[in-house]
């Protein structure tokens, strides 16, 4: 059973940046793709971003690209989002995902993790 651990997130105001890590153990970590979704309050979980099983594709939200940027390391088994030019719409609690896949208009992933607050302030 694979266990994420996110950390790195905390309050800041707007146009700061932050970076979360998301570990991963008890799995192969460099085997599959792993994604970053967010939960803003009072809305449904979304999707921010993800990146293939070696790094060379990555995907983003329209409301994030050009601001965020998803990497991993897979010798270290942990994925990153370093997220620029925060907003206050960005606060959520950001979840990282194992192996994330899109059926139809929904997303799945095999293991998420617990969660990592972000809150922005204006």
């Known amino acids: 059973q694979v266990q994420l651990a996110e950390s790195g997130g905390g309050l800041v105001q707007a146009g700061d940046s932050l970076r979360l890590s998301c570990a991963a153990s008890?799995?192969?970590?460099?085997?599959?793709?792993m994604g970053w979704f967010r939960q803003c309050p009072g809305k449904e979980r979304e999707f921010v971003a993800r990146?293939?099983?070696?790094?060379?594709?990555?995907d983003y939200a329209d409301s994030v690209e050009g601001r965020f940027t998803i990497s991993r390391d897979n010798a270290k088994n942990t994925v990153y989002l370093q997220m620029n030019s925060l907003q206050p719409e960005d606060t959520a609690v950001y979840y990282c995902?194992?192996?994330?896949?899109?059926?139809?208009?929904?997303?799945?992933?095999?293991?998420w993790g617990q969660g990592t607050q972000v809150t922005v302030s204006s």
């Open positions: 995902a194992f192996n994330p896949a899109k059926y139809a208009t929904n997303w799945r992933a095999d293991y």
């Open positions: 008890g799995g192969t970590f460099s085997m599959v793709g």
């Open positions: 990146i293939s099983l070696f790094g060379t594709r990555t």
